[in-house]
């Protein structure tokens, strides 16, 4: 076990790290779970990547049909599908990992940097001024961040009011279900 003092939890105390061995099973479903990739099916909704996407897989498909029948069909599903998946890849492409807090940008991290400067501040030197200082850009960050969730999740609600009234139904029960997952 061991205390660290570096990490900025936003706290008085002290984090403590204790190392234990556990050994776990994985299931198989959670070990397949993170090998899928999934590609941007919302940009197929512009016209441009759309037209992008149906030249290559026509030009994939194209040369697909100049090989060999003598095949067999395993080898030729094979072929088709790593033909469209290099074209989703290429066209549309990955569909980036959520982050965990959408709203979270760059004016967060200076107000994370400055209330780190205050804890090294109080660090070095306890003094009752460096404490109230402390807890002043404390309370300021957490207003900050508190105001920039609060205007994130107008916004989504407000799109996914859009989204209902327009008819999109699959970004509209999208948009609950992220709700509804916290």
């Known amino acids: 076990m061991r205390n660290f003092r570096v990490p900025d939890c936003d706290t008085e105390h002290y984090p403590v790290v204790a190392r234990v061995r556990e050994r776990l099973a994985v299931g198989k479903q959670t070990a397949q779970r993170f ?3 999934r590609f ?10 759309r037209e992008h ?13 100049n090989s060999d029948d003598d095949e067999d069909v395993n080898r030729t599903w094979e072929n088709i599908k790593e033909n469209i998946q290099t074209s989703a890849k290429e066209s549309p492409g990955l569909d980036e990992l ?10 967060c991290l200076g107000f994370l940097d400055q209330r780190k400067r205050a804890k090294i501040q109080w660090i070095q030197g306890p003094s009752q001024s460096n404490v109230d200082n402390l807890n002043k850009v404390r309370r300021g960050d957490s207003r ?19 989204n209902n009234k327009v008819q999109n139904i699959r970004d509209y029960y999208r948009g609950i279900s992220d709700f509804k997952k916290g």
């Open 35 to 37: 090998d899928r990739q």
């Open 40 to 49: 941007n099916l919302r940009k197929l909704n512009e016209p441009e990547v």
């Open 53 to 65: 996407y149906q030249i290559e897989i026509t030009n994939r498909f194209a040369a697909l049909e």
């Open 98 to 107: 959520k982050q965990n807090k959408p709203w979270f940008d760059e004016e």
């Open 144 to 162: 900050h961040f508190r105001n920039k969730k609060k205007a994130y999740l107008i916004a989504k609600v407000e799109e996914i009011e859009t």
